[in-house]
T-cell receptor, first 111, second 111 residues
Framework: EAGVVQSPRYKIIEKKQPVAFWCNPI?????LYWYRQNLGQGPELLIR????????DSQLPKDRFSAERLKGVDSTLKIQPAELGDSAVYLC?????????FGPGTRLTVL | KQEVTQIPAALSVPEGENLVLNCSFT??????LQWFRQDPGKGLTSLLL?????REQTSGRLNASLDKSSGRSTLYIAASQPGDSATYLC??????????FGRGTSLIVHP
């Protein structure tokens, strides 16, 4: 069974540029999470989806971040414009009955 | 707001030792608690999931316990091996399924 797939694995951009991350969850997992992880910290939840509905996005900086999961399967997280402080690893996870499974993450560097 | 603390922050042990990693949480109204390991530059790998109605879970050399009344979970690793070297994270999920992570325990097992 394929795990959670994320792309790209690495991204380097200049500040003020846009960037997008893509996630394909494990087949059959209705719940999808996006996290941000800074060095030496645990992941922090940005947004959680149940099917195509965003049920918790209180930690998502909505002035520059947006996310979508149009058909309740794969999801895209976008940052526009990116700031230096957005440099981090962006992790996607999916779950079934509460157990989360993570993808490899996208390491974003903003110069 | 749920807060999760992991102690110790770092641990270095000789191969073969049994060890205990601690995870404490402030809000005992959790749905489940999950333990992960994270290797450098990688995503999180699920180790054990304990539902709120359970007291412990075991997988191979790993045993995780949960005491909701005291707000604590422990991960016991028996007969540690160099391959166990990684960062171990716990995540407590509340009734709204929002996971809160600790900052992790960085474990080094030296031969």
């Amino acid at each position: 069974e394929a795990g959670v797939v994320q792309s790209p694995r690495y991204k380097i951009i200049e500040k003020k540029q846009p960037v997008a991350f893509w996630c394909n969850p494990i087949s059959g997992h209705n719940t999808l999470y996006w996290y941000r992880q800074n060095l030496g910290q645990g992941p922090e939840l940005l947004i959680r989806y149940e099917n195509e509905e965003a049920v918790d996005d209180s930690q998502l900086p909505k002035d520059r971040f947006s996310a979508e999961r149009l058909k309740g399967v794969d999801s895209t997280l976008k940052i526009q414009p990116a700031e230096l402080g957005d440099s981090a690893v962006y992790l996607c996870a999916s779950s079934l009955e509460g157990e989360q499974f993570f993808g490899p993450g996208t390491r974003l560097t903003v110069l | 707001k749920q807060e999760v603390t992991q102690i110790p922050a770092a641990l270095s042990v000789p191969e073969g030792e049994n060890l205990v990693l601690n995870c404490s949480f402030t809000d005992s109204a959790i749905y489940n608690l999950q333990w992960f390991r994270q290797d450098p530059g990688k995503g999180l790998t699920s180790l054990l999931l304990i539902q709120s109605s359970q007291r412990e879970q075991t997988s191979g050399r790993l045993n995780a316990s949960l005491d909701k009344s005291s707000g604590r979970s422990t991960l016991y690793i028996a007969a540690s091996q160099p391959g166990d070297s990684a960062t171990y994270l716990c995540a407590a999920s509340g009734g709204s399924y929002i996971p809160t992570f600790g900052r992790g325990t960085s474990l080094i097992v030296h031969p």
